[in-house]
């Protein structure tokens, strides 16, 4: 069963995990809806023109102000009227948080079907604001109320079972990776490399997050000190106002991140805490990339018997590790890094990922038809 209309409410359309799985979501073919609209809570998203090229309405509230919140909320409890989707999806705390009340303030919560999306594992919230520490409260509190709650991870599940949600039903959907665009091509690895002044035959290692409690990029830059025979590049937003180290290169936020994996020789997740199904290790992996990761959130999972799972926080090991596989000979790294293409390929390809989220979708509609 199709749903005719969903509407997806998101914290943000920045570049981050949650909001870049929501636009490969809607950009998938076959779509899982006839209509899709998304809907930030804040302005100024990275991904609003593909989304809007894609063929959903993207609509941009502003809830950086309390005006703002009280007027953005109104406005999406009459866009859920006007419009009558049969499914509103929420997307991180705030988009649930806001999903709900205006599906409440809409007079629609008996008609149409609530969804809410948990994108993160245990989070250290002293290493965060107090607002969000007050959403995520008042999330627990609610989250009896959604027919479905989707989370990225096992992890992640465990961990809000852990802060309080009490889920009247909770399923796990992997995060999707492209792969035919996150894929190795020795062409983009001679070529960034030569851009970046890299040597052919350096050992480079990719790592991909923005500037974050959570990404630990403190723990890297450590390891990295101990290992100057090695280069790191590492973007993400916020990246560029790292320290300046020799051997590792501060690239900031790039669009282009299937050519910065395609030149290294491995991918590093150093995460401390909170991850729940890292893009970024699945992408590195998808790239033919041996994986070296912080056993966090279901990086088990994702990394399997294809690479290295160390314990977070503790540079030396990450040194230690890295340095290792930098020292395998290179037709057991090879083989490695094939095993991890072919074990993203298989479990944890955008085709799936559609399939399940199409596959939770029609069961919601099908609930509400039996109890209607």
């Not at 870049?20 to 076959?30: E, S």
């Not at 916020?238 to 910065?260: C, F, I, K, M, S």
């Amino acid at each position: 069963m199709r749903p005719r209309r969903i509407l997806h409410v998101i914290t943000d359309l920045y570049l981050a995990g949650a909001e870049t799985m929501l636009a490969r979501l809607v950009a998938a073919r076959p779509g899982i809806a006839d209509e899709t609209m998304v809907v930030s809570l804040l302005p100024d998203g990275f991904h609003v023109e593909p989304l809007r090229a894609a063929g959903a309405t993207v609509v941009e509230l502003d809830f950086r102000t309390p005006v703002g919140i009280v007027g953005g909320m109104l406005r999406l409890a009459r866009l859920i009227a006007t419009t009558r989707p049969e499914i509103v999806q929420g997307w991180m705390y705030h988009g649930d948080l806001a999903a709900l009340l205006a599906l409440i303030l809409s007079g629609r919560r008996r008609a149409t079907r609530l969804a809410w999306n948990i994108r993160c594992s245990s989070l250290d919230f002293t290493r965060y604001s107090r607002q969000l520490r007050l959403v995520v409260k008042t999330c627990a509190k609610l989250s009896a109320w959604p027919d479905l709650i989707i989370a990225n991870s096992n992890a992640g599940i465990e961990a809000h079972r852990a802060l309080g949600y009490r889920p009247r039903r909770a399923e796990v959907v992997a995060n999707g990776i492209e792969v035919d665009r996150y894929k190795p091509d020795p062409a983009a690895r001679a070529a960034v490399r030569r851009e970046l002044g890299i040597g052919d035959d350096a050992f480079v290692v990719a790592h991909v997050a923005r500037l974050d409690p959570m990404k630990d990029h403190a723990t890297l830059v450590r390891a990295m000190a101990e290992l100057p025979e090695v280069q790191a590049l590492l973007a993400g937003v916020g990246t560029e106002n790292l320290p300046a180290q020799t051997n590792v290169h501060r690239l900031g936020r790039r669009t282009d991140v299937e050519r910065l994996f395609a030149a290294a020789d491995a991918v590093v997740s150093s995460s401390a805490f909170g991850e729940g199904f890292s893009n970024a290790l699945a992408e590195g992996m998808a790239c033919g990339l041996p994986p070296v990761a912080t056993d966090v959130g279901d990086a088990a999972a994702i990394v399997g018997d294809t690479g290295l799972l160390i314990p977070p926080g503790d540079p030396d090991v990450l040194a230690n590790t890295i340095r290792a596989l930098s020292q395998e000979p290179h037709a057991q790294r090879s083989e490695r890094g094939r095993q991890a293409r072919a074990r993203i390929v298989e479990n944890f390809s955008l085709e799936r990922a559609r399939h399940r989220f199409a596959d939770l979708y029609a069961t919601l509609l099908h609930d509400k038809i039996m109890n209607t």
